[in-house]
């Protein structure tokens, strides 16, 4: 069981993601919710762990050795379903955390899954592309419970579509046959959908915006963004938004930063997280000025998005904070202790498992197609998918209105009562 984190203060400073941080939300909501003993433990305590010994084949023969896990949290909605990444620093405790917030992130989404997470303990890019295959294969055939039924996988940090590939292909001489629906985020060519690629990205800039013009009362072609992160989810949230409108007045990768000047239209976004992945190439920006990552945090904008697989608002540094919303991308990237002083300075803070609820809706949408239930075209994936964010926002701010409630606590309310309402219909 992962530790809970109760505090109001951060011990220490933390370059990983939090990810004991929605152990502290999930039981902060259930006590609100006043739910049966029985409940309220299976929702607080994962219902399994694996850790497995992973080997592989390097390039040069020789043998390699890493540390693999999936965690199931709770499956009473339906089949669990979770990010699979690659990560130096993952331990059983993280992917817990993670298992966590898929399950209520699923709930919010109104999706028959439970939340599950998992992965192996390497840094990817030490790995030649054979050695990538391999370990893939290695991991796959060594950790039970994968399949359409049972556990669905998809990307997480680390991994991609060609990742949920080879997972599908390990696994589909299993006696019990293909398993196309054992994971989602798989390549069009093996029947994936696009949008799943794009859903994390699309999903922040969605609820972004819809907060904006409907809470805040501020239209996004007026607005100013500034987004931490240039991975994937952040890169496609910032080039999203600047298409629908707004201004990304600031961005950094975890080492540097470009602001633009204030009397400029924003930064390209199309050019900016290249530029910055290559630290030795931010000179030749022309359009922007180099700087620290705090000076990102600390910008002036109505937002600030958290796209980095990083704790990047703690306790020592939510005072710096000058964004009007926060809105974070990635799980633990604002501790409890972050969390406690932007609610005091009255700084909303819009959950994970809220901004990115388009993942468990996309890959809903990949895992209906590819076990042949129905059949989805591109734009009905693009027009089911944006129907059901809506909705997703919509009920959360239901019950945070309704229910007084930040956020973060409007969010995990939705979501566990949900999981709650299962659990009192099946007793």
Request: proline share 5%; aromatic share 4%; glycine share 10%.
């Amino acid at each position: 069981m992962t530790s809970f984190h109760d505090t109001d203060s951060d011990e220490t400073s933390r370059t990983t993601p939090d990810l004991d941080a929605p152990w502290t939300y999930a039981t902060a909501a259930a006590r609100r919710l006043t739910l049966p003993d029985e409940i309220e433990q299976r929702l607080l305590y994962p219902r399994q762990r694996q850790r497995a010994t992973v080997p592989f084949e390097r390039d040069d023969g020789s043998r390699g050795i890493c540390e693999g896990y999936r965690v199931r949290h709770d499956g009473v909605r339906g089949p669990y379903l979770g990010p699979h990444r690659y990560d130096l620093g993952l331990t059983g405790d993280d992917c817990a955390g993670l298992a966590a917030a898929t399950t209520v992130s699923a709930a919010i989404a109104d999706v028959p899954f439970g939340g599950a997470a998992g992965g192996i303990a390497i840094d990817p890019t030490d790995l030649s592309r054979a050695e990538r295959v391999n370990l893939t294969r290695s991991y796959a055939t060594r950790v039970t419970g994968i399949g359409s039924q049972t556990d669905v996988l998809t990307p997480g940090v680390g991994t991609d579509e060609r990742t949920m590939a080879q997972v599908a292909d390990a696994i589909a001489g299993r006696p019990d046959g293909p398993q196309r629906g054992a994971v989602t985020g798989k390549p069009p060519a093996l029947g994936g959908t696009r949008a799943i690629t794009r859903a994390s990205g699309h999903s922040v800039a969605h609820v972004t915006q819809d907060l904006l013009e409907t809470d805040h009362d501020r239209p996004l072609s007026d607005a100013t963004i500034a987004v931490y992160g240039t991975g994937h989810l952040g890169a496609t949230a910032a080039r999203l938004l600047e298409f629908q409108g707004g201004t990304v007045v600031a961005m950094c990768s975890d080492g540097a930063g470009l602001t633009a000047p204030e009397s400029e239209n924003g930064l390209d976004t199309d050019l900016v997280p290249s530029y910055l992945e290559r630290p030795d190439a931010l000179s030749a920006y022309d359009d922007g000025t180099v700087t620290g990552t705090e000076n990102v945090l600390g910008r002036d904008a109505d937002v600030l998005v958290l796209a980095e697989p990083a704790t990047v608002v703690t306790a020592e540094n939510a005072e710096t904070i000058a964004a009007d919303l926060v809105v974070e991308g990635a799980t633990g990237s604002v501790t409890p202790g972050g969390q406690s002083i932007l609610s005091e300075r009255d700084i909303p803070v819009v959950p994970d498992v809220l901004a990115t609820v388009g993942r468990p809706i996309a890959a809903h949408l990949e895992w209906v197609d590819s076990n042949g239930r129905d059949q989805l075209s591109d734009a009905r994936v693009t027009n089911e998918f944006g129907y059901a964010l809506t909705d997703a926002v919509d009920d959360v701010r239901d019950r945070r209105e309704s229910c007084r409630l930040s956020w973060r606590e409007a969010a995990y309310s939705v979501g566990l009562s949900r999981v709650a309402a299962a659990y009192e219909v099946v007793r």
